[in-house]
Protein backbone atom coordinates (compact mmCIF):
# COMPACT_ATOMS: atom_id res chain seq x y z
CA UNK A 1 0.00 0.00 0.00
CA UNK A 2 1.29 3.16 -0.99
CA UNK A 3 1.09 5.83 0.92
CA UNK A 4 2.22 9.62 1.97
CA UNK A 5 2.25 9.13 5.60
CA UNK A 6 2.79 6.61 8.39
CA UNK A 7 5.45 7.91 10.24
CA UNK A 8 3.43 7.88 13.70
CA UNK A 9 2.02 5.64 13.08
CA UNK A 10 2.96 1.27 14.62
CA UNK A 11 1.10 -0.64 11.99
CA UNK A 12 -0.73 -1.20 9.28
CA UNK A 13 -3.80 0.30 8.50
CA UNK A 14 -7.00 -2.24 8.11
CA UNK A 15 -7.15 -3.50 4.59
CA UNK A 16 -11.09 -2.64 4.91
CA UNK A 17 -10.27 0.60 6.17
CA UNK A 18 -7.51 1.07 3.44
CA UNK A 19 -9.91 0.27 0.75
CA UNK A 20 -13.05 2.21 2.46
CA UNK A 21 -9.91 5.77 2.83
CA UNK A 22 -9.01 4.96 -0.84
CA UNK A 23 -9.59 7.02 -3.42
CA UNK A 24 -7.45 6.01 -6.86
CA UNK A 25 -10.13 4.00 -8.04
CA UNK A 26 -12.16 7.48 -9.13
CA UNK A 27 -9.32 10.42 -8.41
CA UNK A 28 -7.27 8.60 -11.35
CA UNK A 29 -9.41 11.11 -13.67
CA UNK A 30 -6.88 13.63 -11.85
CA UNK A 31 -3.73 12.45 -13.24
CA UNK A 32 -3.03 15.09 -16.00
CA UNK A 33 -4.42 18.02 -13.71
CA UNK A 34 -2.03 16.65 -10.59
CA UNK A 35 0.81 16.24 -13.01
CA UNK A 36 0.24 19.61 -14.33
CA UNK A 37 0.20 20.85 -10.94
CA UNK A 38 2.76 19.45 -9.56
CA UNK A 39 5.09 21.09 -12.53
CA UNK A 40 4.34 24.52 -11.78
CA UNK A 41 4.67 23.73 -7.76
CA UNK A 42 7.83 22.35 -8.32
CA UNK A 43 8.99 25.42 -11.39
CA UNK A 44 7.94 28.03 -8.10
CA UNK A 45 10.11 25.93 -5.51
CA UNK A 46 13.34 26.55 -8.03
CA UNK A 47 12.42 29.94 -8.93
CA UNK A 48 12.11 30.79 -4.84
CA UNK A 49 15.20 28.78 -4.45
CA UNK A 50 13.75 26.02 -2.26
CA UNK A 51 14.95 23.77 -4.87
CA UNK A 52 17.80 23.75 -7.12
CA UNK A 53 17.53 24.05 -10.97
CA UNK A 54 19.02 20.68 -11.18
CA UNK A 55 16.04 19.24 -8.97
CA UNK A 56 13.84 20.91 -10.62
CA UNK A 57 14.62 19.61 -14.36
CA UNK A 58 15.34 16.15 -12.41
CA UNK A 59 11.43 16.33 -11.13
CA UNK A 60 10.25 17.56 -14.59
CA UNK A 61 11.51 14.95 -16.54
CA UNK A 62 10.47 12.39 -14.16
CA UNK A 63 6.79 13.66 -14.38
CA UNK A 64 6.82 14.09 -17.59
CA UNK A 65 7.97 10.78 -18.26
CA UNK A 66 5.49 9.17 -15.68
CA UNK A 67 2.02 11.35 -18.10
CA UNK A 68 4.09 9.77 -21.16
CA UNK A 69 3.90 6.63 -19.66
CA UNK A 70 0.55 6.70 -18.60
CA UNK A 71 -1.42 7.46 -21.81
CA UNK A 72 1.02 5.15 -23.88
CA UNK A 73 -0.24 2.21 -21.27
CA UNK A 74 2.94 1.63 -20.22
CA UNK A 75 1.93 2.55 -16.82
CA UNK A 76 -1.02 1.59 -15.08
CA UNK A 77 -2.61 3.30 -12.50
CA UNK A 78 -3.54 0.25 -10.06
CA UNK A 79 -5.05 0.26 -6.27
CA UNK A 80 -1.86 -0.52 -4.90
CA UNK A 81 -1.74 3.55 -3.85
CA UNK A 82 -4.20 5.22 -1.88
CA UNK A 83 -4.54 8.03 -4.47
CA UNK A 84 -3.18 9.71 -7.44
CA UNK A 85 -0.93 12.02 -5.95
CA UNK A 86 0.84 8.74 -4.05
CA UNK A 87 0.65 7.35 -7.30
CA UNK A 88 2.60 10.21 -8.97
CA UNK A 89 4.91 10.55 -6.50
CA UNK A 90 6.02 6.98 -5.65
CA UNK A 91 6.55 6.59 -9.29
CA UNK A 92 8.62 9.84 -9.46
CA UNK A 93 11.07 8.38 -6.60
CA UNK A 94 11.28 4.99 -8.24
CA UNK A 95 12.54 7.04 -11.34
CA UNK A 96 14.35 10.09 -10.15
CA UNK A 97 15.26 8.57 -6.25
CA UNK A 98 16.02 11.30 -3.42
CA UNK A 99 14.78 14.41 -5.27
CA UNK A 100 11.51 12.72 -6.08
CA UNK A 101 11.11 12.99 -2.11
CA UNK A 102 11.20 16.87 -2.21
CA UNK A 103 7.87 17.03 -4.56
CA UNK A 104 5.88 17.61 -1.88
CA UNK A 105 7.74 20.43 0.04
CA UNK A 106 5.54 23.09 0.95
CA UNK A 107 2.50 21.67 0.63
CA UNK A 108 -0.27 19.44 1.66
CA UNK A 109 -2.86 17.10 -0.25
CA UNK A 110 -5.70 19.33 1.08
CA UNK A 111 -4.57 22.18 -1.01
CA UNK A 112 -3.51 19.23 -3.68
CA UNK A 113 -6.69 17.90 -4.31
CA UNK A 114 -8.53 21.12 -4.00
CA UNK A 115 -6.20 22.12 -7.23
CA UNK A 116 -6.78 18.91 -9.05
CA UNK A 117 -10.56 19.44 -8.05
CA UNK A 118 -10.25 23.14 -9.83
CA UNK A 119 -8.31 22.11 -12.52
CA UNK A 120 -10.53 19.32 -13.42
CA UNK A 121 -13.77 21.25 -13.00
CA UNK A 122 -12.40 24.32 -15.46
CA UNK A 123 -11.61 22.09 -17.85
CA UNK A 124 -15.23 20.00 -18.05
CA UNK A 125 -16.34 23.28 -18.06
CA UNK A 126 -14.48 24.35 -21.51
CA UNK A 127 -15.75 21.01 -22.85
CA UNK A 128 -19.62 21.24 -21.23
CA UNK A 129 -19.62 24.65 -23.10
CA UNK A 130 -17.98 23.30 -26.66
CA UNK A 131 -20.99 20.95 -26.45
CA UNK A 132 -23.59 23.61 -25.49
CA UNK A 133 -22.21 25.81 -28.65
CA UNK A 134 -22.64 23.00 -31.10
CA UNK A 135 -25.96 22.12 -29.96
CA UNK A 136 -27.05 25.88 -30.31
CA UNK A 137 -25.62 26.15 -34.06
CA UNK A 138 -27.77 22.59 -34.54
CA UNK A 139 -30.96 24.78 -33.05
CA UNK A 140 -29.88 28.02 -35.38
CA UNK A 141 -29.81 25.98 -38.86
CA UNK A 142 -33.73 24.46 -37.36
CA UNK A 143 -34.81 28.35 -37.04
CA UNK A 144 -33.19 29.73 -40.01
CA UNK A 145 -35.36 26.98 -42.23
CA UNK A 146 -38.30 27.58 -40.78
CA UNK A 147 -39.32 31.30 -40.21
CA UNK A 148 -42.18 30.28 -42.55
CA UNK A 149 -43.53 27.12 -40.54
CA UNK A 150 -46.68 27.16 -38.48
CA UNK A 151 -47.58 25.40 -35.45
CA UNK A 152 -49.89 25.90 -32.65
CA UNK A 153 -48.58 27.29 -29.43
CA UNK A 154 -49.64 26.16 -26.13
CA UNK A 155 -50.17 26.63 -22.85
CA UNK A 156 -51.52 24.24 -20.43
CA UNK A 157 -50.96 21.48 -23.30
CA UNK A 158 -54.18 23.00 -24.87
CA UNK A 159 -53.26 24.88 -28.37
CA UNK A 160 -53.51 28.44 -28.07
CA UNK A 161 -52.24 30.83 -30.50
CA UNK A 162 -49.83 29.81 -33.84
CA UNK A 163 -46.46 30.33 -33.70
CA UNK A 164 -43.59 29.52 -36.25
CA UNK A 165 -41.32 26.45 -35.18
CA UNK A 166 -38.67 28.92 -35.78
CA UNK A 167 -39.96 30.70 -33.15
CA UNK A 168 -40.86 27.65 -30.90
CA UNK A 169 -36.85 26.21 -30.99
CA UNK A 170 -36.08 29.81 -30.41
CA UNK A 171 -36.91 29.33 -26.90
CA UNK A 172 -34.75 26.24 -26.09
CA UNK A 173 -32.13 28.51 -27.73
CA UNK A 174 -32.65 31.16 -25.29
CA UNK A 175 -32.52 28.36 -22.36
CA UNK A 176 -29.16 26.97 -23.79
CA UNK A 177 -27.36 30.33 -24.32
CA UNK A 178 -28.51 30.97 -20.85
CA UNK A 179 -26.67 27.82 -19.74
CA UNK A 180 -23.52 28.67 -21.59
CA UNK A 181 -23.86 32.20 -19.88
CA UNK A 182 -23.92 30.00 -16.25
CA UNK A 183 -21.27 28.17 -17.03
CA UNK A 184 -19.29 31.18 -18.08
CA UNK A 185 -19.97 32.77 -14.73
CA UNK A 186 -18.72 29.75 -12.65
CA UNK A 187 -15.56 29.45 -14.36
CA UNK A 188 -14.79 33.15 -13.93
CA UNK A 189 -16.15 32.89 -10.09
CA UNK A 190 -13.87 30.07 -9.50
CA UNK A 191 -10.78 31.26 -11.00
CA UNK A 192 -8.23 31.27 -8.26
CA UNK A 193 -5.49 29.09 -6.96
CA UNK A 194 -5.80 27.29 -3.62
CA UNK A 195 -2.22 25.57 -3.80
CA UNK A 196 0.17 27.02 -1.59
CA UNK A 197 -2.46 26.92 1.00
CA UNK A 198 -1.45 24.05 2.74
CA UNK A 199 -3.27 21.51 5.42
CA UNK A 200 -5.42 24.71 6.07
CA UNK A 201 -2.89 27.36 7.51
CA UNK A 202 -0.52 27.98 5.08
CA UNK A 203 3.27 27.42 5.46
CA UNK A 204 6.46 29.00 6.67
CA UNK A 205 8.14 28.32 2.76
CA UNK A 206 8.42 31.45 0.85
CA UNK A 207 6.28 30.38 -1.60
CA UNK A 208 5.41 32.65 -4.75
CA UNK A 209 1.56 31.86 -4.77
CA UNK A 210 0.90 34.54 -7.60
CA UNK A 211 3.58 32.86 -9.68
CA UNK A 212 2.09 29.01 -9.32
CA UNK A 213 -1.45 30.58 -10.07
CA UNK A 214 -0.17 32.26 -13.50
CA UNK A 215 1.44 29.12 -14.14
CA UNK A 216 -1.92 27.53 -14.21
CA UNK A 217 -4.10 29.97 -15.67
CA UNK A 218 -5.62 31.47 -12.90
CA UNK A 219 -6.63 34.74 -12.18
CA UNK A 220 -5.04 34.86 -8.85
CA UNK A 221 -4.79 33.12 -5.82
CA UNK A 222 -7.40 32.55 -2.63
CA UNK A 223 -7.54 34.83 -0.12
CA UNK A 224 -8.12 32.65 3.04
CA UNK A 225 -6.09 29.28 3.58
CA UNK A 226 -8.69 27.72 5.41
CA UNK A 227 -11.39 28.48 2.69
CA UNK A 228 -8.86 27.42 0.24
CA UNK A 229 -8.84 23.83 1.21
CA UNK A 230 -12.46 23.67 2.31
CA UNK A 231 -14.13 25.75 -0.65
CA UNK A 232 -16.44 23.06 -3.13
CA UNK A 233 -19.27 25.81 -4.20
CA UNK A 234 -17.90 25.67 -7.75
CA UNK A 235 -18.79 22.13 -7.51
CA UNK A 236 -22.14 22.98 -6.29
CA UNK A 237 -22.37 25.72 -8.96
CA UNK A 238 -21.48 23.30 -11.83
CA UNK A 239 -23.72 20.37 -10.52
CA UNK A 240 -26.40 23.61 -10.02
CA UNK A 241 -25.45 24.60 -13.82
CA UNK A 242 -25.82 21.05 -14.96
CA UNK A 243 -28.91 20.31 -13.62
CA UNK A 244 -30.66 23.21 -14.94
CA UNK A 245 -29.40 22.27 -18.69
CA UNK A 246 -30.96 18.34 -18.01
CA UNK A 247 -34.10 20.49 -17.16
CA UNK A 248 -34.24 22.27 -20.25
CA UNK A 249 -33.07 18.83 -22.31
CA UNK A 250 -35.79 17.23 -20.81
CA UNK A 251 -38.54 19.68 -21.36
CA UNK A 252 -36.98 19.16 -25.13
CA UNK A 253 -37.46 15.78 -25.13
CA UNK A 254 -40.93 15.56 -23.29
CA UNK A 255 -42.01 17.86 -26.51
CA UNK A 256 -40.36 15.88 -28.99
CA UNK A 257 -41.77 12.55 -27.74
CA UNK A 258 -45.08 13.65 -27.51
CA UNK A 259 -44.60 15.66 -31.09
CA UNK A 260 -43.38 12.14 -32.17
CA UNK A 261 -46.53 10.65 -30.97
CA UNK A 262 -49.52 9.11 -33.51
CA UNK A 263 -51.52 11.85 -31.88
CA UNK A 264 -48.94 14.80 -33.02
CA UNK A 265 -47.35 13.62 -35.72
CA UNK A 266 -45.25 16.90 -35.50
CA UNK A 267 -42.06 15.08 -36.28
CA UNK A 268 -40.29 12.13 -37.53
CA UNK A 269 -36.78 10.52 -35.53
CA UNK A 270 -34.14 9.14 -37.63
CA UNK A 271 -33.91 5.90 -37.58
CA UNK A 272 -30.45 6.23 -35.56
CA UNK A 273 -31.93 7.68 -32.93
CA UNK A 274 -34.73 5.33 -32.58
CA UNK A 275 -35.18 1.83 -31.41
CA UNK A 276 -37.71 -0.95 -31.80
CA UNK A 277 -39.88 -3.51 -30.17
CA UNK A 278 -39.08 -6.82 -29.32
CA UNK A 279 -42.51 -7.76 -29.71
CA UNK A 280 -44.53 -5.13 -31.42
CA UNK A 281 -42.76 -4.90 -35.09
CA UNK A 282 -44.72 -1.98 -36.06
CA UNK A 283 -42.88 0.14 -33.15
CA UNK A 284 -40.34 2.99 -33.57
CA UNK A 285 -39.85 4.48 -30.08
CA UNK A 286 -38.42 7.92 -28.80
CA UNK A 287 -35.72 5.81 -26.44
CA UNK A 288 -32.83 8.58 -27.11
CA UNK A 289 -35.42 11.10 -26.14
CA UNK A 290 -36.66 9.61 -23.09
CA UNK A 291 -33.01 8.44 -21.64
CA UNK A 292 -31.85 12.26 -21.45
CA UNK A 293 -35.49 13.11 -19.60
CA UNK A 294 -34.50 10.08 -17.53
CA UNK A 295 -30.76 10.90 -16.60
CA UNK A 296 -32.31 14.09 -15.43
CA UNK A 297 -33.12 12.83 -12.03
CA UNK A 298 -29.40 11.49 -12.01
CA UNK A 299 -27.73 14.72 -12.12
CA UNK A 300 -30.28 15.91 -9.51
CA UNK A 301 -29.19 13.54 -7.06
CA UNK A 302 -25.50 14.23 -7.52
CA UNK A 303 -26.59 17.84 -6.76
CA UNK A 304 -28.31 17.14 -3.65
CA UNK A 305 -25.76 14.52 -2.74
CA UNK A 306 -23.03 17.67 -2.20
CA UNK A 307 -25.01 20.00 -0.69
CA UNK A 308 -26.14 17.44 1.68
CA UNK A 309 -22.45 16.39 2.09
CA UNK A 310 -21.23 19.85 2.90
CA UNK A 311 -24.09 21.08 4.99
CA UNK A 312 -22.43 19.98 8.05
CA UNK A 313 -18.87 20.05 7.80
CA UNK A 314 -16.80 22.64 10.11
CA UNK A 315 -13.66 24.55 8.86
CA UNK A 316 -11.48 23.34 7.28
CA UNK A 317 -10.80 20.23 5.42
CA UNK A 318 -12.87 16.94 6.54
CA UNK A 319 -12.90 13.26 4.81
CA UNK A 320 -16.25 13.92 4.23
CA UNK A 321 -15.32 15.84 1.16
CA UNK A 322 -13.75 12.88 -1.10
CA UNK A 323 -17.42 12.70 -1.72
CA UNK A 324 -17.54 15.17 -4.38
CA UNK A 325 -15.80 13.34 -6.86
CA UNK A 326 -17.83 10.24 -8.07
CA UNK A 327 -21.02 12.03 -8.68
CA UNK A 328 -19.78 14.87 -10.32
CA UNK A 329 -17.31 12.89 -12.83
CA UNK A 330 -20.52 10.59 -13.07
CA UNK A 331 -22.72 13.58 -13.56
CA UNK A 332 -20.66 15.76 -15.95
CA UNK A 333 -20.15 12.73 -18.26
CA UNK A 334 -23.63 12.14 -17.87
CA UNK A 335 -24.60 16.39 -19.16
CA UNK A 336 -21.78 15.81 -21.59
CA UNK A 337 -23.26 12.86 -23.29
CA UNK A 338 -26.67 13.88 -23.00
CA UNK A 339 -26.02 17.28 -25.52
CA UNK A 340 -24.38 15.23 -27.74
CA UNK A 341 -26.56 12.85 -28.52
CA UNK A 342 -29.70 15.23 -28.43
CA UNK A 343 -27.93 17.35 -31.13
CA UNK A 344 -27.45 14.62 -33.54
CA UNK A 345 -31.27 13.86 -32.47
CA UNK A 346 -32.65 17.02 -33.49
CA UNK A 347 -30.26 17.65 -36.40
CA UNK A 348 -31.61 14.56 -38.22
CA UNK A 349 -35.24 14.81 -37.21
CA UNK A 350 -37.44 15.53 -39.98
CA UNK A 351 -40.01 18.10 -39.06
CA UNK A 352 -43.95 17.79 -40.81
CA UNK A 353 -45.00 21.16 -41.97
CA UNK A 354 -48.15 20.17 -43.41
CA UNK A 355 -49.32 18.14 -40.23
CA UNK A 356 -47.79 21.62 -37.72
CA UNK A 357 -50.03 23.82 -40.09
CA UNK A 358 -52.97 21.62 -39.68
CA UNK A 359 -53.04 20.86 -36.52
CA UNK A 360 -52.92 25.17 -35.98
CA UNK A 361 -55.93 25.67 -37.79
CA UNK A 362 -57.97 22.96 -36.38
CA UNK A 363 -57.42 24.01 -33.06
CA UNK A 364 -58.70 27.20 -33.04
CA UNK A 365 -55.37 29.18 -32.31
CA UNK A 366 -56.60 31.80 -34.71
CA UNK A 367 -59.58 32.13 -31.96
CA UNK A 368 -57.81 35.54 -30.70
CA UNK A 369 -57.08 37.17 -33.92
CA UNK A 370 -60.80 36.74 -34.77
CA UNK A 371 -61.82 38.77 -31.11
CA UNK A 372 -59.05 41.26 -32.75
CA UNK A 373 -60.69 41.56 -35.81
CA UNK A 374 -64.23 42.74 -33.87
CA UNK A 375 -61.89 45.15 -31.94
CA UNK A 376 -60.37 46.69 -34.75
CA UNK A 377 -64.21 47.41 -36.03
CA UNK A 378 -65.26 48.84 -32.81
CA UNK A 379 -66.79 45.86 -30.89
CA UNK A 380 -65.13 46.19 -27.32
CA UNK A 381 -63.16 43.49 -26.79
CA UNK A 382 -65.25 41.48 -23.71
CA UNK A 383 -67.73 41.60 -26.34
CA UNK A 384 -66.06 40.31 -28.94
CA UNK A 385 -64.43 37.43 -26.24
CA UNK A 386 -67.86 36.56 -26.15
CA UNK A 387 -68.82 36.42 -29.71
CA UNK A 388 -65.44 34.50 -30.92
CA UNK A 389 -66.27 31.98 -27.92
CA UNK A 390 -69.91 31.34 -29.70
CA UNK A 391 -68.21 30.72 -32.58
CA UNK A 392 -65.92 28.25 -31.25
CA UNK A 393 -69.13 26.07 -30.14
CA UNK A 394 -70.87 26.37 -33.88
CA UNK A 395 -67.29 25.24 -35.00
CA UNK A 396 -67.42 22.17 -32.34
CA UNK A 397 -70.62 20.94 -33.11
CA UNK A 398 -70.36 21.09 -36.72
CA UNK A 399 -66.51 19.65 -36.58
CA UNK A 400 -64.60 22.29 -38.36
CA UNK A 401 -61.97 24.68 -38.44
CA UNK A 402 -62.90 28.95 -37.84
CA UNK A 403 -61.39 29.09 -41.56
CA UNK A 404 -64.31 26.36 -42.92
CA UNK A 405 -67.02 28.09 -41.35
CA UNK A 406 -69.19 29.82 -43.71
CA UNK A 407 -69.42 33.96 -43.98
CA UNK A 408 -73.22 33.71 -43.78
CA UNK A 409 -73.17 31.76 -40.33
CA UNK A 410 -70.15 34.26 -39.25
CA UNK A 411 -72.88 37.18 -39.67
CA UNK A 412 -75.56 35.28 -37.48
CA UNK A 413 -73.24 35.76 -34.69
CA UNK A 414 -72.03 39.29 -35.34
CA UNK A 415 -73.17 40.92 -38.16
CA UNK A 416 -69.57 42.81 -37.83
CA UNK A 417 -67.90 40.22 -39.99
CA UNK A 418 -67.09 40.66 -43.54
CA UNK A 419 -65.34 38.48 -46.17
CA UNK A 420 -62.21 39.85 -45.13
CA UNK A 421 -62.23 37.80 -41.87
CA UNK A 422 -60.54 34.78 -43.51
CA UNK A 423 -58.03 36.56 -44.64
CA UNK A 424 -57.24 38.05 -40.72
CA UNK A 425 -57.65 34.93 -39.16
CA UNK A 426 -55.54 32.96 -41.99
CA UNK A 427 -52.02 31.46 -40.25
CA UNK A 428 -50.12 33.56 -42.13
CA UNK A 429 -51.45 36.77 -40.91
CA UNK A 430 -51.93 35.63 -37.52
CA UNK A 431 -48.04 35.14 -37.28
CA UNK A 432 -47.01 38.22 -39.61
CA UNK A 433 -48.78 40.70 -37.69
CA UNK A 434 -47.08 40.00 -34.28
CA UNK A 435 -43.84 41.92 -34.97
CA UNK A 436 -43.22 43.33 -31.29
CA UNK A 437 -39.65 42.29 -30.50
CA UNK A 438 -39.66 38.74 -29.32
CA UNK A 439 -42.76 37.75 -31.14
CA UNK A 440 -43.07 34.79 -34.10
CA UNK A 441 -43.52 37.37 -36.85
CA UNK A 442 -41.03 37.06 -39.77
CA UNK A 443 -39.49 40.15 -39.55
CA UNK A 444 -38.36 39.75 -35.81
CA UNK A 445 -37.45 36.36 -36.24
CA UNK A 446 -34.83 37.40 -39.02
CA UNK A 447 -33.61 39.80 -36.98
CA UNK A 448 -32.98 37.27 -33.92
CA UNK A 449 -31.79 34.79 -36.42
CA UNK A 450 -29.60 37.70 -37.45
CA UNK A 451 -28.58 38.54 -33.59
CA UNK A 452 -27.85 34.60 -32.56
CA UNK A 453 -25.37 34.52 -35.79
CA UNK A 454 -23.52 37.19 -34.71
CA UNK A 455 -23.44 35.73 -30.52
CA UNK A 456 -22.03 32.18 -32.13
CA UNK A 457 -19.27 33.89 -34.10
CA UNK A 458 -18.10 36.04 -31.01
CA UNK A 459 -19.05 33.32 -28.02
Same mark, same amino acid.
Given at each position: ??????????????????????????????????????????????? %???????????????????????????????????????????????????????????????? %????????????????????????????????????? @??????????????????????????????????????????????????????????????????????????????????????????????????????????????????????????????????????????????????????????????????????????????????? @??????????????????????????????????????????????????????????????????????????????????????????? %?????????????????????????????????????????
Amino acid at each position: MAQLWGGRFTKETDKLVYNFNASISFDQKFYKQDIRGSKAHVRMLAK %QGILTEEERDQILGGLDSILADVESGKLEITSEYEDIHSFVEANLIDRIGDPGKKLHTGRSRND %QVALDMKLYVRDEIEEIDAELKKLLEALQVIMENNVH @TYMPGFTHLQKAQPVTLAHHVGAYFEMFRRDRSRMADIRKRMNTCPLGAGALAGTTYPLDRFYTAELLGFDGSTRNSMDSVSDRDYVIELLSAMSTVMMHLSRFCEEIILWNSNEYRFVEIDDAYSTGSSIMPQKKNPDIAELVRGKTGRVYGALTSILTTMKGIPLAYNKDMQEDKEL @TFDAIDTVKGCIALFTGMVSTMEFRKDVMEASAKNGFTNATDAADYLVNHGVPFRDAHGIVGRLVLTCIDKGISLDALPLEEYKEISPVFE %QDIYEAISMKTCVEKRETYGAPGPKVMEQIIAENKEYLKNN
